[in-house]
């Protein structure tokens, strides 16, 4: 078993619909971070949280503690949004990664 | 540009042979990672240095992969009698010295290899 868990594995979605990406982890943490890949490989860190709620443009990512749970949320999506955004927890000096989510947003 | 660069940004080898990546952090970041990511999977954790100190290593990392980062600057991968179950993208990452392990990651562009 992962120590982090992603859900859904793919996600196609249209234009101006609000997503949502979950991820689940086994492992305690000092942080949680999602990360957005883009085809060729580059990823960006979108946010970086240990505990409540952040937001970022459209963007909005909140994580349970107690639940071991966190979700990526995207507010009236665009097709460039398109990427697979990984979810990825801290713990030690170690880093676990969900194996990530493929949104596609059709215009 | 002061992001992570590395290099090769790709490399095709024959089965055998070594391998050498470079991956040079931002200036002021004194942690830096290496990551293997392989189709369709999320990256997995290799190794970590804070300055020239390797202070964790996953079991992922046989001994024929070995990281140095000599002045706790740069810092090379090599991969030593390469396999085809190597090839993957080889990703680098480093982070500013403040906070604890739990600190935002700067991804360099990572080094496809290819072993034939």
């Known amino acids: 078993k992962n120590e982090v868990e992603q859900s859904p594995q793919n996600l196609t979605a249209q234009e101006g619909e609000f997503i949502t990406i979950n991820c689940s982890y086994s492992?305690?943490?000092?942080?949680l971070h999602w990360l957005q890949q883009h085809p060729g490989g580059g990823i960006v860190s979108l946010f970086m949280?240990?505990?409540g709620k952040k937001k970022h443009g459209r963007l909005i990512a909140t994580i349970n503690i107690q639940e071991k749970h966190s979700s990526l949320h995207i507010t009236a999506s665009h097709p460039r949004d398109s990427a697979v955004y990984i979810c990825?927890?801290?713990?030690?000096?170690?880093?676990?990664f969900g194996t990530g989510t493929s949104l596609t947003v059709i215009p | 540009d002061t992001g992570v660069s590395q290099n090769p940004r790709h490399k095709i080898t024959k089965r055998g042979q070594n391998v050498t990546f470079r991956c040079d952090p931002i200036?002021?970041?004194?942690?830096l990672y290496w990551y293997r990511q392989t189709l369709g999977q999320g990256p997995e954790f290799l190794t970590y240095?804070?300055?020239?100190?390797?202070?964790?290593k996953s079991r992922l990392l046989s001994d024929r992969f070995s990281a140095e980062r000599p002045k706790g600057s740069f810092s090379t991968l090599e991969i030593q009698r390469t396999e085809q179950g190597d090839s993957a993208m080889y990703l680098c990452?480093?982070?500013?010295?403040?906070?604890?392990?739990?600190?935002?990651?700067?991804f360099g562009p990572g080094t496809r290899l290819l072993v034939l």
């Open positions: 990452a480093s982070s500013p010295p403040r906070g604890g392990s739990g600190k935002t990651q700067y």
């Open positions: 492992v305690g943490i000092s942080a």
């Open positions: 949280l240990s505990s």
């Open positions: 990825a927890v801290a713990t030690g000096n170690q880093f676990y």
């Open positions: 200036s002021e970041h004194n942690r």
């Open positions: 240095f804070q300055n020239e100190a390797q202070l964790e």
